[in-house]
């Protein structure tokens, strides 16, 4: 309407101005003149209005009333025409704009294709050249037949024994499972002893190794076979190779696990027996050996058991591992020994009061002659004793002596249950005399927990311990407590050593762990409905890699070098020796130039290994492993729309493998709910409970070894979930995520409180949306405590904490916080205020429960971020970032509810 105006105005102006002008001009030159023509009698009607009267005046304006009302009339419908143009114009505009945005969908579209088929291609050459032939399962190899059997009665024979000349290998193919057969439990002589508690623990230690998964039945399938003889002198003579029907006439790969029950200070075995040579190639496993009779990787120091932790959960007869420096520096709780030594403790002692207990009446004394009497008289002194323990508790060191006398002793049960009950205690042991031989040592790396020094040192012993860092204190009893609770804490642990370490020394891989068969939600007669078709986010149309078929990861690729090549570190970093994982995180990349000289297969370097960024950079995954796919595993709860939506999402992002839906949910999905096809197959799989726990179970159907766990409800953009892959392949061991919260200490109480304030340090990424290994799937699953699991039951909270913990405890690293557009919400935190109390304080409670379970926080601080390299880099227009979004220039903060 205001145009309308001005533009009646204007023409008024226009009318009149020239009009007014033009009578001016005409009135000087007429009186220049003197005469002239007349004005148009209109003219000089409009104009000379003094001149009118009032009737011809009204007239007048009448007529200039419709003169305007024609002109406007026709301006309206000028401008009425100008504005359908107008509209033809934007619709046609819109329609440009439409088309160039197909155009560019399909440009898109194709550029992926093309992309896709690139790849596709290089998978099929890959293919044609990984055509070898198959080889079958290898032949057995023959028995040990150049080696000759020897008589029983030829004396010292087997003294010589090692597994190269007495172990029969053709009995254990190297292509099949490590197994045994166990003959029933043997007593030579049950009265010796006469602890009456005894025959219940051998008879326990017999149950164990009857239920274990390696246990066969039929002999002809046992590469091993196992005998239990209770017996502490030398009363086997004749009666084993009777009594073992499998003998095959030399006692071939039997291992005769000898113990003398009840009795601590039972010293059979330190001098080789008159029944050695009954013993054929038998292989000895004791807690007692002699120097001459111990015959190295061949026979075997089992760690003292009798005291074990009967069963269930070991953490909770644990100390935690600070304060790092404990009351006294050292205690030494044992038997009377050599006069020197004692007297150079008592010396320690005098000048440095405070710090040592040295008590000599503990144990039977050490010296040679008065072993025997001494049995039955101190046995019970410091045994059993809250005394013995609280010592230990309160000592950061305990010191264990060999008899510095008898210099053939290499372990003793006694030796061996000092040394269990200080790593169990949390007390450095120290042990006096190098030739000591630890339990498993073929295996575990003892230096990392124990020290072992010369007699000849003790005088330098007080000026050493005292020397060490809190640093290393506590790291020597970190990895004392995690081996004692791998390794020795209960039964069940030592028995599953004792195997796991022959099935090491031959070589043999571990049994896999199972996955979980993972029950589809639909079946026969009850299908999902598919809808029909929906509409992709236009943000979402980035090239970002290509859509290829499923590719799952290689598993169990590494059955006979492993045993080798990881035997170090998974005895001794990661504690896992008993089960094989199908693949590992922490498999060493290969040089870098291996992949263009002769191992190419699986590698997508970046433009054929010319590298770039934009459109190079997408189309290959490039980095250091070979491509790989992710899984996405989601868990759900009664939020059916919710979920579909977040699936529709997940329409064509590249390296997605499969969607893992874990339906928590007692009640079947409605019939009538229709879910999308987004490319890749979506596997739901029902449960058994609605538990949290079940958001980290190993399923059969999840094959890659990265998994992305999100909420249901999560809301992710494709780059940042290509992103946040990208860097997990190069962090394959931790957790890689999004929403980072940290754990702060209390300052007023102590102890910690779960915090999710912006902070520049965190310690915990939450897996509402991140990637981390199927490994910590297994581990999770059957090896992280009981207690754990139950908690997160219980409180229906935590399990993300508990994951991080698991992780961080294995690495000892934190995770990698992923740099994304928006802040998540607390993810799975209740809406109203009271309740979002409670969650927090379960989540500070879950905190400092797993601390206890662990024996420490195992948690990490990082300051660290990941971002796409070239984010926030200015670089010429003809050149492309990594991502097209950089992660902050979004335009809206988009908060998902
Ligand atoms: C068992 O040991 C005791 C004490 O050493 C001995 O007297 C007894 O004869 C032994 N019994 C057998 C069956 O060897
Ligand atoms: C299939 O699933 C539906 C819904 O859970 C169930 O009612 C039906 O019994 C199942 N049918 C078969 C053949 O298992
Ligand atoms: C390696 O071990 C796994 C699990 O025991 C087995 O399935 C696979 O066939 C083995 N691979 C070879 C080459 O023997
Ligand atoms: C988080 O920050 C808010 C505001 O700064 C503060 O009031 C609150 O106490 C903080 N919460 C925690 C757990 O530190």
């Given at each position: 309407?205001?145009?309308?105006?001005?533009?009646?105005?204007?023409?008024?102006?226009?009318?009149?101005?020239?009009?007014?002008?033009?009578?001016?001009?005409?009135?000087v030159s007429d009186e220049g003149r003197g005469t002239g023509e007349e004005l148009p009698e209109w003219?000089?009607?409009?104009?000379?209005?003094?001149?009118?009267?009032?009737?011809?005046?009204?007239?007048?304006?009448?007529?200039?009333?419709?003169?305007?009302?024609?002109?406007?009339?026709?301006?309206?419908?000028?401008?009425?025409?100008?504005?359908?143009?107008?509209?033809?114009?934007?619709?046609?505009?819109?329609?440009?704009?439409?088309?160039?945005?197909?155009?560019?969908?399909?440009?898109?579209?194709?550029?992926?294709?093309?992309?896709?088929?690139?790849?596709?291609?290089?998978?099929?050459?890959?293919?044609?050249?990984?055509?070898?032939?198959?080889?079958?399962?290898?032949?057995?190899?023959?028995?040990?037949?150049?080696?000759?059997?020897?008589?029983?009665?030829?004396?010292?024979?087997?003294?010589?024994?090692?597994?190269?000349?007495?172990?029969?290998?053709?009995?254990?193919?190297?292509?099949?499972?490590?197994?045994?057969?166990?003959?029933?439990?043997?007593?030579?002589?049950?009265?010796?002893?006469?602890?009456?508690?005894?025959?219940?623990?051998?008879?326990?230690?017999?149950?164990?190794?009857?239920?274990?998964?390696?246990?066969?039945?039929?002999?002809?399938?046992?590469?091993?076979?196992?005998?239990?003889?209770?017996?502490?002198?030398?009363?086997?003579?004749?009666?084993?190779?009777?009594?073992?029907?499998?003998?095959?006439?030399?006692?071939?790969?039997?291992?005769?696990?000898?113990?003398?029950?009840?009795?601590?200070?039972?010293?059979?075995?330190?001098?080789?027996?008159?029944?050695?040579?009954?013993?054929?190639?038998?292989?000895?496993?004791?807690?007692?050996?002699?120097?001459?009779?111990?015959?190295?990787?061949?026979?075997?120091?089992?760690?003292?058991?009798?005291?074990?932790?009967?069963?269930?959960?070991?953490?909770?007869?644990?100390?935690?591992?600070?304060?790092?420096?404990?009351?006294?520096?050292?205690?030494?709780?044992?038997?009377?020994?050599?006069?020197?030594?004692?007297?150079?403790?008592?010396?320690?002692?005098?000048?440095?009061?405070?710090?040592?207990?040295?008590?000599?009446?503990?144990?039977?004394?050490?010296?040679?002659?008065?072993?025997?009497?001494?049995?039955?008289?101190?046995?019970?002194?410091?045994?059993?004793?809250?005394?013995?323990?609280?010592?230990?508790?309160?000592?950061?060191?305990?010191?264990?002596?060999?008899?510095?006398?008898?210099?053939?002793?290499?372990?003793?049960?006694?030796?061996?249950?000092?040394?269990?009950?200080?790593?169990?205690?949390?007390?450095?042991?120290?042990?006096?005399?190098?030739?000591?031989?630890?339990?498993?040592?073929?295996?575990?790396?003892?230096?990392?927990?124990?020290?072992?020094?010369?007699?000849?040192?003790?005088?330098?012993?007080?000026?050493?311990?005292?020397?060490?860092?809190?640093?290393?204190?506590?790291?020597?009893?970190?990895?004392?407590?995690?081996?004692?609770?791998?390794?020795?804490?209960?039964?069940?642990?030592?028995?599953?050593?004792?195997?796991?370490?022959?099935?090491?020394?031959?070589?043999?891989?571990?049994?896999?762990?199972?996955?979980?068969?993972?029950?589809?939600?639909?079946?026969?007669?009850?299908?999902?409905?598919?809808?029909?078709?929906?509409?992709?986010?236009?943000?979402?149309?980035?090239?970002?890699?290509?859509?290829?078929?499923?590719?799952?990861?290689?598993?169990?690729?590494?059955?006979?070098?492993?045993?080798?090549?990881?035997?170090?570190?998974?005895?001794?970093?990661?504690?896992?020796?008993?089960?094989?994982?199908?693949?590992?995180?922490?498999?060493?990349?290969?040089?870098?130039?291996?992949?263009?000289?002769?191992?190419?297969?699986?590698?997508?370097?970046?433009?054929?290994?010319?590298?770039?960024?934009?459109?190079?950079?997408?189309?290959?995954?490039?980095?250091?492993?070979?491509?790989?796919?992710?899984?996405?595993?989601?868990?759900?709860?009664?939020?059916?729309?919710?979920?579909?939506?977040?699936?529709?999402?997940?329409?064509?992002?590249?390296?997605?493998?499969?969607?893992?839906?874990?339906?928590?949910?007692?009640?079947?999905?409605?019939?009538?709910?229709?879910?999308?096809?987004?490319?890749v197959p979506i596997h739901v799989v029902r449960t058994e409970k609605n538990s949290l726990n079940n958001?980290?179970?190993?399923?059969?159907?999840?094959?890659?070894?990265?998994?992305?766990?999100?909420?249901?409800?999560?809301?992710?953009?494709?780059?940042?979930?290509?992103?946040?892959?990208?860097?997990?392949?190069?962090?394959?061991?931790?957790?890689?995520?999004?929403?980072?919260?940290?754990?702060?200490?209390?300052?007023?109480?102590?102890?910690?409180?779960?915090?999710?304030?912006?902070?520049?340090?965190?310690?915990?990424?939450?897996?509402?949306?991140?990637?981390?290994?199927?490994?910590?799937?297994?581990?999770?699953?059957?090896?992280?405590?009981?207690?754990?699991?139950?908690?997160?039951?219980?409180?229906?909270?935590?399990?993300?904490?508990?994951?991080?913990?698991?992780?961080?405890?294995?690495?000892?690293?934190?995770?990698?916080?992923?740099?994304?557009?928006?802040?998540?919400?607390?993810?799975?935190?209740?809406?109203?205020?009271?309740?979002?109390?409670?969650?927090?304080?379960?989540?500070?409670?879950?905190?400092?429960?797993?601390?206890?379970?662990?024996?420490?926080?195992?948690?990490?601080?990082?300051?660290?971020?990941?971002?796409?390299?070239?984010?926030?880099?200015?670089?010429?227009?003809?050149?492309?970032?990594?991502?097209?979004?950089?992660?902050?220039?979004?335009?809206?903060?988009?908060?998902?509810?």
């Open positions: 309407m205001k145009t309308f105006k001005l533009i009646a105005l204007v023409v008024f102006a226009l009318l009149f101005i020239p009009l007014l002008t033009h009578y001016y001009l005409t009135k003219v000089s009607k409009l104009v000379d209005v003094d001149k009118l009267k009032g009737k011809e005046l009204k007239l007048r304006i009448e007529e200039l009333l419709r003169i305007k009302l024609s002109v406007s009339a026709e301006l309206r419908g000028l401008e009425a025409k100008r504005q359908k143009l107008q509209t033809e114009i934007s619709v046609l505009n819109r329609r440009l704009e439409e088309a160039k945005g197909e155009a560019g969908r399909r440009r898109n579209e194709l550029d992926r294709l093309q992309m896709s088929l690139q790849q596709a291609k290089v998978a099929e050459k890959e293919a044609m050249e990984r055509n070898t032939p198959r080889l079958g399962r290898p032949k057995p190899v023959p028995p040990l037949r150049y080696i000759p059997v020897y008589p029983y009665n030829a004396k010292l024979s087997n003294m010589y024994c090692d597994m190269d000349n007495c172990f029969d290998y053709s009995m254990c193919p190297v292509a099949g499972s490590f197994s045994f057969f166990l003959y029933p439990l043997m007593y030579t002589n049950r009265s010796v002893s006469g602890y009456s508690e005894t025959t219940v623990t051998i008879n326990q230690l017999y149950n164990i190794l009857s239920e274990s998964e390696q246990l066969v039945t039929d002999p002809l399938k046992a590469c091993i076979f196992v005998v239990v003889v209770e017996s502490c002198d030398d009363y086997m003579k004749n009666i084993i190779p009777q009594q073992l029907p499998h003998w095959s006439g030399d006692g071939r790969n039997h291992i005769i696990w000898l113990h003398c029950g009840g009795n601590p200070y039972d010293k059979s075995f330190i001098k080789p027996p008159e029944a050695t040579n009954v013993m054929g190639r038998a292989m000895i496993v004791s807690e007692n050996f002699g120097k001459f009779f111990f015959r190295r990787n061949f026979d075997m120091v089992v760690s003292h058991w009798e005291k074990a932790i009967p069963s269930g959960e070991v953490w909770s007869h644990l100390p935690p591992l600070v304060p790092a420096k404990r009351k006294y520096l050292a205690t030494y709780l044992g038997g009377e020994t050599d006069p020197e030594v004692q007297t150079e403790f008592l010396k320690i002692q005098q000048q440095d009061p405070f710090s040592f207990v040295f008590q000599f009446s503990c144990d039977p004394p050490m010296k040679r002659n008065e072993i025997d009497e001494g049995t039955k008289r101190l046995s019970s002194l410091c045994e059993n004793d809250l005394l013995r323990t609280r010592l230990l508790l309160d000592s950061t060191f305990s010191i264990i002596l060999l008899p510095p006398d008898n210099m053939d002793v290499v372990t003793t049960k006694i030796l061996q249950l000092r040394l269990y009950e200080s790593l169990k205690h949390g007390s450095i042991p120290v042990i006096i005399g190098t030739r000591f031989m630890p339990p498993f040592n073929e295996v575990i790396d003892w230096s990392k927990m124990i020290l072992i020094l010369p007699v000849s040192r003790i005088t330098e012993m007080h000026y050493m311990l005292k020397s060490f860092p809190d640093s290393d204190l506590l790291e020597f009893r970190k990895n004392g407590r995690l081996a004692f609770e791998s390794y020795f804490s209960s039964l069940q642990r030592v028995v599953e050593t004792l195997l796991a370490t022959f099935r090491t020394r031959i070589g043999i891989a571990p049994l896999p762990y199972i996955d979980l068969p993972s029950p589809n939600v639909f079946n026969d007669t009850f299908k999902p409905l598919k809808l029909d078709s929906f509409t992709q986010d236009p943000e979402e149309e980035e090239n970002l890699g290509p859509i290829e078929p499923p590719y799952p990861s290689p598993s169990f690729s590494s059955n006979f070098s492993l045993t080798s090549l990881q035997k170090y570190d998974l005895w001794n970093s990661h504690y896992q020796p008993f089960k094989s994982f199908p693949f590992s995180p922490w498999d060493q990349p290969m040089p870098s130039e291996a992949k263009f000289r002769g191992s190419s297969i699986g590698f997508r370097p970046i433009a054929g290994g010319a590298g770039g960024s934009g459109k190079e950079f997408s189309e290959s995954l490039g980095g250091n492993y070979p491509k790989e796919q992710f899984t996405v595993v989601m868990l759900t709860y009664e939020r059916e729309q919710v979920l579909m939506n977040s699936l529709q999402r997940l329409f064509a992002v590249p390296y997605l493998n499969k969607v893992v839906v874990v339906w928590n949910s007692p009640l079947m999905p409605a019939p009538d709910l229709k879910w999308p096809d987004i490319g958001r980290f179970l190993p399923f059969d159907v999840i094959e890659t070894e990265a998994i992305l766990s999100i909420d249901d409800d999560a809301h992710l953009r494709h780059d940042e979930i290509v992103f946040g892959f990208r860097v997990w392949r190069e962090n394959r061991d931790r957790i890689v995520g999004f929403p980072g919260r940290f754990h702060a200490w209390d300052l007023n109480y102590g102890g910690w409180l779960y915090n999710s304030n912006y902070s520049c340090e965190l310690s915990m990424v939450l897996t509402g949306a991140a990637f981390y290994h199927k490994i910590y799937s297994y581990l999770y699953t059957y090896e992280m405590p009981h207690a754990i699991r139950d908690k997160v039951d219980e409180l229906m909270n935590c399990e993300d904490i508990a994951l991080n913990f698991l992780v961080s405890h294995m690495t000892q690293k934190p995770p990698v916080k992923v740099t994304s557009r928006w802040t998540f919400r607390c993810p799975g935190c209740p809406v109203t205020l009271s309740e979002d109390d409670s969650h927090f304080q379960e989540r500070h409670h879950c905190i400092n429960f797993f601390t206890k379970v662990y024996g420490y926080t195992p948690i990490r601080y990082t300051q660290f971020r990941a971002d796409s390299i070239l984010f926030k880099t200015r670089i010429p227009h003809d050149k492309q970032k990594c991502f097209n979004h950089s992660f902050i220039q979004y335009r809206h903060q988009r908060l998902n509810l």
